[in-house]
């Protein structure tokens, strides 16, 4: 299969030359020449094996290819499993056990698998350059580490990520620095563009980046969607619809793919945070990207949805046909609140804030009457956010085995200030 820009001013791309670009060069998104058709998928296999037959077809003809299936086996070697809720019909999709707790290892150890066999042999490392306000730079630091032929350089703000983030970036060592800028997550995401974009820097230190535009991770993301589609649909006879808690649409973007791909989903439901820009455009406004604000579910603290240019590519960049097929609502830090107190308080149930968006939504949903059988997708264990969370329930959270193995570690970060210059020196000297 051969991956053009949505800008169609690029040269046509192999999936290695794309998974290993990031970004296509005239600064557009890569997307495949046309979708394969829909997939015979059969439920009952394993998340590993239904993510090899989903994506072969965009695997087909380029030298991953005879890699897929262990690709797959090494980056799915933890379950995604769909529980029932306590309301009737309802589900969550369980995405955080993975080493960082969270959706983002799926695809963070996925691209890692892809790129460590796309530079064996290489004569130098490749350094992945990752700006993080949390949970991406942790994800991608644990799915790098120890990678041969790689690195990691991780930028975070100092003293504006919660103390147990600051601790999973900092806790890797070998392969793997972390560097806490003395600046915002902006100065962070700055520095790093000026990095990529240094070709004098890039001739002495090749780098990469490993964000949410990256087809290495929106790819795999299909998987536990079809996982969890085909065997229930096996199981009840009717599709799964889903709500998603979205920032920069990779995570719902793949849902959307997978359903394109043939997998039994019904409706997708954007939910996103106090940040509108989805909701307003899905009410049939402009799309207006714009400076994010703060929220209690930080992950989601986007204006600017990095994937929605792959979204309208996808619906041929008719307004009107892709607001048809979606619907997107917001829900404010005050509802998020509720939500994490109240299903605690009903039903013991214990959701993150992103996760609880979703289940805020879902509840709107119900009490208008909608049927179906619905499945919340949780992005991320609650004890991440136990800052947020605890005070809510009043009582502590259980940290799940793989990051407590992560929090028992040490953990280092050098001070960096916020200047190109400092950041240059330092890829250069290390
Ligand atoms: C990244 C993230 C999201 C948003 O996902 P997108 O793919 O950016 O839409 C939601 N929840 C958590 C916990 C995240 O880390």
Not at 396 to 408: Q, T, Y
């Amino acid at each position: 299969m051969t991956f053009i820009s949505t800008r169609n001013t690029a040269p046509a791309a192999s999936l290695s030359q794309a998974i290993a670009a990031g970004l296509a060069p005239d600064g557009g998104l890569y997307v495949p020449e046309r979708m394969p058709a829909p997939r015979r998928l059969a439920p009952g296999a394993t998340l590993a094996d239904t993510a090899a037959t989903l994506l072969q077809p965009f695997f087909a003809g380029d030298g991953l290819a005879p890699e897929l299936a262990t690709i797959c086996g090494e980056a799915f070697d933890f379950p995604a499993p769909l529980q029932p809720l306590a309301t009737p019909g309802d589900h969550v999709l369980e995405l955080f056990h993975g080493p960082t707790a969270a959706f983002k290892d799926f695809g963070a150890r996925f691209l890692a698998a892809c790129l460590a066999r796309l530079r064996r042999g290489a004569e130098r490392p490749l350094t992945i350059l990752v700006a993080t306000s949390g949970d991406t730079g942790a994800a991608v630091a644990a799915a790098f580490h120890r990678q041969p032929g790689l690195r990691v350089v991780v930028l975070y703000p100092d003293g504006r990520v919660s103390p147990r983030q600051a601790h999973q970036l900092g806790c890797f060592g070998d392969n793997v620095s972390a560097l806490r800028v003395a600046g915002s997550f902006d100065d962070c995401q700055a520095m790093v563009k000026q990095a990529l974009g240094d070709a004098g820097l890039q001739a002495q230190v090749p780098l990469s980046s490993a964000n949410s535009i990256s087809l290495g991770r929106l790819l795999p993301q299909t998987s536990y969607y079809a996982h969890a589609a085909l065997d229930h649909h096996a199981r009840h006879g009717r599709p799964l619809d889903f709500v998603i808690p979205t920032g920069n649409l990779g995570n719902a973007l793949a849902a959307i793919i997978a359903r394109e791909l043939g997998v039994p989903i019904g409706r997708i439901v954007l939910a996103t945070n106090a940040n509108r820009v989805l909701p307003e455009y899905f009410d049939g406004g402009d799309y207006a990207p714009r400076a994010s604000v703060a929220t209690i579910a930080n992950a989601m603290d986007v204006g600017a949805p990095s994937n929605f240019e792959r979204l309208r590519w996808l619906y041929d960049g008719d307004d009107a046909k892709l607001r048809a097929a979606f619907r997107s609502h917001a829900v404010d830090d005050t509802a998020i609140r509720q939500t994490i107190a109240e299903r605690y308080r009903r039903y013991g149930e214990v959701f993150c804030p992103h996760t609880a968006a979703a289940v805020h939504v879902l509840g709107d949903l119900r009490e208008r009457g909608v049927e179906g059988d619905w499945s919340v997708v949780a992005t991320a264990h609650p004890a991440k956010f136990e800052s947020v969370v605890e005070p809510l329930i009043g009582r502590a959270l259980e940290v799940p085995p793989a990051l407590a193995a992560l929090l028992a570690r040490p953990a280092h970060a050098d001070p960096l200030p916020p200047d190109y210059r400092a950041l240059k020196e330092r890829l250069l000297r290390d």
